[in-house]
C-alpha cells in the first residue's frame, strides 16, 4: 500500500499503482522528508514552513506584513542616507570678498514631532504646527526682535509647518522656496516630507487663520519641483536667480538679511554644515552666505555660523 507514503495520500487503484509506490518508496528517507519539485534544502524547507505556520493565523498576519514594511523601509531610508552622505557634511566657506547674513530657522513643533509614533510611514502628510508650535513660533519673534533681528525677505520650504512658523517669527510675506524641504523616502515611507498641493495648502492656511493672500506666495514655485530631491547647493544657485535678491544686495549690501525657514535633518546635514547638533524647534542659526561673482557658480558653503536663539529643546527631533 501506499498509505506510507510522505504526500499522505491514498492513490487510486490503477495500473499506474505499482509503479508510483516503487518510486516513493526508494526515496523515503527515516525522517520521511517531502518531496520538493525544485530539490530545495531542508534548512530552507523548515524555515519557509516555519514562517508560514507563524504567519498562517490571521491574528499573525498585520504584525507580519507590518514587521516586513518596517524592515523595508529602514532599508531604503539608510540606502537614501548613504547615497546622500557626499551633501551631508558640507564645509564652510571660509572667506569672500562679499556676503550676505542668513537667518535659518528649523520649524516649531509639528502634529508629527508631537507624537512619538508618527514617524516614516506612520507619520501624518504635511503637517501643520501644534499649539505648542504656535507659542514656540510667538517666543521666537520676541527673542529675535529683542535682539534686533529682522529680515529683508522671509523664505519657507514647501510644507505648511515651514510656512507657518516663518510667518509667525518673522511676519511679512513668506516666499515659498524649492529644494529645502525635509529629507525623506517618497511619499510612501516618508508622508511628512511630502507636500499637499498648493490648493490643499491654501484651504488649510486660511482654516488656521492667516491671511492666504497677504502671507503666503507660491508664484515662485513650480509643483513638479515637489519630487526633486531637498539640496542645499540647488537652493542657492535658485536664490541668485531672483531678481528681487539681486536687486535687495545691490541696494542693501552686506547689510541684506534673508530668513530661511526649513527642517531639522535638511540644516544639520545639508545646509549647516559639520559640528553640529539637530536644531531644535525653533532653534535658529546665523550664517554668512557668499555673493557670487557675475557669471560664476554660486558657493553654496557658509561661513561665521553661530546660534541667535536655542530654539524648544523639549522637542521630538523629526
Given at each position: 500500500?501506499c ?6 495520500r ?9 509503479d508510483?509506490c516503487?518510486i ?19 534548512a ?10 507563524f ?30 552622505h557626499?551633501?551631508?557634511c558640507?564645509?564652510?566657506?571660509k ?10 530657522v528649523?520649524h ?6 508631537k ?8 507619520a ?10 504656535w507659542t ?7 527673542a529675535?526682535?529683542h ?12 510644507l ?13 510675506t ?14 510612501l ?33 513650480d ?29 542693501r ?17 545639508n545646509?549647516i ?12 542659526y ?22 541667535l ?6 522637542d521630538?527631533?523629526?
Amino acid at each position: 500500500q501506499c498509505s506510507g507514503m510522505s504526500s499522505g495520500r491514498l492513490l487510486p487503484a490503477d495500473s499506474a499503482r505499482s509503479d508510483v509506490c516503487s518510486i516513493t518508496n526508494s526515496r523515503a528517507t527515516a525522517s520521511v522528508l517531502p518531496i520538493s519539485k525544485d530539490n530545495t534544502s531542508s534548512a530552507s524547507h523548515s524555515f519557509r514552513k516555519y514562517l508560514s505556520a507563524f504567519c498562517v493565523e490571521q491574528r499573525r498576519v498585520i504584525l507580519c506584513t507590518s514587521l516586513i514594511v518596517l524592515v523595508l523601509g529602514f532599508l531604503l531610508y539608510g540606502l537614501y542616507s548613504i547615497n546622500h552622505h557626499d551633501e551631508k557634511c558640507r564645509p564652510y566657506q571660509k572667506s569672500a570678498e562679499k556676503s550676505i547674513k542668513l537667518v535659518l530657522v528649523r520649524h516649531a513643533q509639528s502634529e508629527n514631532n508631537k507624537h512619538w509614533y508618527r514617524t516614516l510611514f506612520f507619520a501624518k502628510r504635511d503637517p501643520m504646527i501644534t499649539k505648542e508650535g504656535w507659542t514656540q513660533s510667538l517666543n521666537a519673534h520676541n527673542a529675535l526682535e529683542h535682539d534686533g533681528i529682522a529680515a529683508d525677505m522671509v523664505m519657507s520650504s514647501r510644507l505648511m509647518r515651514a510656512m507657518e512658523t516663518a510667518s509667525l517669527v518673522f511676519g511679512g510675506t513668506v516666499l515659498v522656496a524649492p529644494h529645502i524641504s525635509e529629507l525623506g523616502a517618497g511619499c510612501l515611507l516618508s508622508p511628512g516630507s511630502c507636500p499637499l498641493s498648493i490648493e490643499n495648502q491654501r484651504a488649510a492656511l486660511a482654516g488656521a487663520g492667516f491671511n492666504i493672500s497677504q502671507n503666503f506666495d507660491w508664484s515662485r514655485l513650480d509643483e513638479k519641483e515637489d519630487a526633486l530631491t531637498p539640496s542645499w547647493p540647488k537652493f542657492v544657485s535658485w536664490l541668485w536667480s531672483l531678481p528681487e535678491v539681486r536687486r535687495l544686495v545691490h541696494a542693501r549690501g552686506e547689510n541684506t538679511t534673508i530668513a530661511i525657514v526649513s527642517h531639522g535633518n535638511f540644516l544639520q546635514f545639508n545646509a549647516i554644515g559639520c559640528g553640529w547638533g539637530h536644531p531644535h524647534n525653533t532653534e535658529a542659526y546665523s550664517a554668512r552666505l557668499a555673493v557670487p561673482e557675475p557669471n560664476a557658480t554660486p558657493l553654496s558653503g557658509l561661513r561665521d555660523v553661530s546660534v541667535l536663539y536655542g530654539g524648544s529643546p523639549k522637542d521630538l527631533r523629526r
